[in-house]
């Protein structure tokens, strides 16, 4: 018991490091970049409140878990925008493998059979093929759409992001998990571009 | 649809200023208070991780569902930390009937039958009563007091806090919901305090 404690607050003292990863996206007061722990509370909310719109049918407790552990691996990575380097670094091979060493040290503090359990969850959703995984992922690219809708466009400028660059890289994952969401956001979509 | 969508994003809109809500205790690197939308999302965390360690059987995926949406209404209350007034400021009359105006508001942006579901669970964390309540309030009780053993107190100076008063205030519902994470703690505890 003592064992297993020991591990398991190491790790949530580890995970605490989440909170100083700071995201593209500002939170919407837009005073401030929003940081990658609180941002994993947002879409753990998300998940739960559109859990209706999700295109095939999930477990929506098994989508909340993957996203509450989705980016620890940022805590060694940092947040790799998905509009940086021309929209190229985020799935890169580099990106991947340290990603995955990440989660190897990170997941590997917990007792072996949590960190066999998270590791299977976070190679789940990094996957995107399951139903759970695929609506986890329209979730976390859509909320970064909507914060940016609400302030004026958020960080799209500062990114030179173009609306069929919007579609290619976040619109269709959006629209596979979620496409009730996808079309409910897109005339204001096409409005923000239009005058931007 | 597009009017159940309507409301859910104007609520998940509402719930960003969670994010600007300022708790007593501090992220472990010490550089900055705690947020309640990162805190929310730690112990989340703290829940998946620590589950076995509930005194009774609960239903964790409810438990972190309740600890997802429990701090909500600090949106409008703020956060009141629980040592603060002497200890007397968290369960007045006038917090509790100031939280319960807030829910109304803040769970009332969403379609009435979620708004409903989410208000019944938020209820159910507050009356503290239910197993998975009681874990919850563990888990909630608990993360702070580890933060201030990582960060040589962290702010129980600030607010004078003897051993006697965190057993009173805190350790009791901790060993309610999670004996053993409280067993587990006491040494370091007691020898801080020995030690300030």
Redesign the interface.
Known sequence: ??D??TS??A???E??????VLRATK???A?RR??S??H???I???A???A??ANRPVNI?RV??ML??HDLVEIDVGDVPIHSQGGDAHGSTETQAAEAAAADRIFGL?PDD?AREFRILWDEFEAAESDDAVFAKSVDRV?PV??NL?TGGGTWPEYNVTRQQLEDRVGWKVEKGAP??WT?LKDRIAKWFAAN
Chains 1, 2 share one sequence.
């Open positions: 018991m003592t297993r404690l398991q607050i790790f949530l003292n995970a605490d490091r989440l909170k100083t939170i919407l007061d005073t929003e940081n722990g609180e994993s509370w947002h753990a909310l998300y739960m409140v559109l209706e719109h407790n909340i878990r509450l552990i917990l949590q909320q909507i914060c609400e009730a969401v409910f």
